[in-house]
């Protein structure tokens, strides 16, 4: 039995991972955004392993969402999946970043540096994440005219190039990222072609399946199957580069191996 943290799991993909994890008879501990949010967990409440509350465009909340978890205890296994998707506009976090960002990409960072470190890590990225290279120079939207889909696009592959870093500089753990295709939830919408169960199948599997196939490190998977990302989610420079402007960002250096 592993314990598991999912963030983002009111909703969609990550409640339905809880689900299915804690049917399986894993131990799962779930996060809301806020005490409100967490009323909507229902019956998943009595049966989870702890809940841990935060917005996560606050970075200040994300430091607490870091502290709850590690005051559980440690996890065998993190999902990094909650994300937004096209914001109208870039607005601005409690500390001034463009709130995709910081959702998307500042906040799984900061989480993986802060939370005690777990045996396996699994990103949430999507296919678009390939029409997002090329971000380096203006990672936080302040001299760019928004464009929503591109930034998502950006974030979406700074997590790809995230779990990549891991798997490199962190050998002991199994980091890999997911692309649960086009889901049927409040993000993917009525007439996605994805069932729920389907969309977290990947996730929920890498993160505790004993199968040679799921204890690799370093890949990108799309219904359990491995798929060539973006080349600069691959690129080391690209991936070195992204990690020493988000530590500088959030003032969260990544711990070394
Ligand atoms: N659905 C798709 O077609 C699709 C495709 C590719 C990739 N993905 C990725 O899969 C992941 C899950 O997507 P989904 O479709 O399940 O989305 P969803 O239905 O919109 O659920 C997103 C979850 O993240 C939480 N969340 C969002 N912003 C937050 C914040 N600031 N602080 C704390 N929690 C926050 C939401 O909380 P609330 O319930 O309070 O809103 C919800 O629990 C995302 O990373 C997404 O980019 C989804």
Same mark, same amino acid.
């Given at each position: ?7 983002? @799991? +009111? =909703?969609?993909?990550? $409640? #339905?991972?809880?689900? @299915? ?10 996060? /809301? ?25 606050? /970075? ?5 969402? *870091? ?30 970043? #463009?709130? +995709?960002?910081?959702?998307? +990409?500042?906040? %799984?960072?900061?989480?993986? #540096? ?25 990672? =936080? !939207? ?25 798997? $490199? ?5 199994? @980091?890999? /990222?997911?692309? %649960?295709?086009?889901? $049927? ?11 729920? =169960? ?8 890498? *993160?505790?399946?004993? =199968? ?8 990108? !998977? ?6 060539? %990302?973006?080349?600069? /989610? +691959?690129? %080391? &420079? ?14 969260? &250096?990544?711990?070394? #191996?």
């Amino acid at each position: 039995m592993a314990t598991i943290f999912i963030t983002g @799991s +009111t =909703d969609g993909l990550g $409640r #339905a991972a809880a689900q @299915s994890l804690l049917d399986q008879g894993h131990r799962v501990v779930l996060h /809301a955004r806020s005490a409100d949010r967490a009323a909507s967990l229902g019956e998943l409440k009595s049966r989870a392993a702890g809940i841990v509350v935060g917005d996560l465009s606050s /970075a200040t909340d994300t430091r607490r969402i *870091a502290d709850q978890v590690n005051a559980i205890g440690r996890m065998d296994a993190v999902i990094h999946n909650a994300g937004v998707y096209t914001q109208p506009s870039r607005g601005a976090t409690p500390e001034g970043h #463009a709130v +995709t960002f910081a959702i998307n +990409t500042l906040a %799984p960072y900061m989480l993986t #540096a802060l939370i005690r470190r777990p045996d396996r890590l699994v990103y949430l990225s999507s296919g678009l994440h390939r029409g997002g290279e090329g971000s380096l120079d203006d990672l =936080d !939207w302040k001299s760019r005219a928004w464009d929503s889909a591109r930034a998502y696009a950006e974030s979406k592959l700074q997590v790809v190039a995230l779990a990549f870093t891991l798997a $490199r500089r962190w050998p002991d753990v199994l @980091s890999n /990222a997911v692309d %649960p295709g086009w889901v $049927r939830t409040k993000m993917g919408g009525s007439s996605a072609p994805v069932d729920l =169960d389907t969309g977290q199948r990947t996730q929920a599997w890498l *993160a505790v399946s004993e =199968d040679s196939a799921a204890k690799v490190s370093g890949r990108y !998977w799309h219904h359990l199957r491995q798929e060539q %990302p973006a080349g600069e /989610a +691959t690129d %080391p &420079e690209f991936q070195d580069q992204l990690v020493d402007k988000l530590s500088k960002l959030t003032g969260v &250096e990544l711990p070394e #191996a």
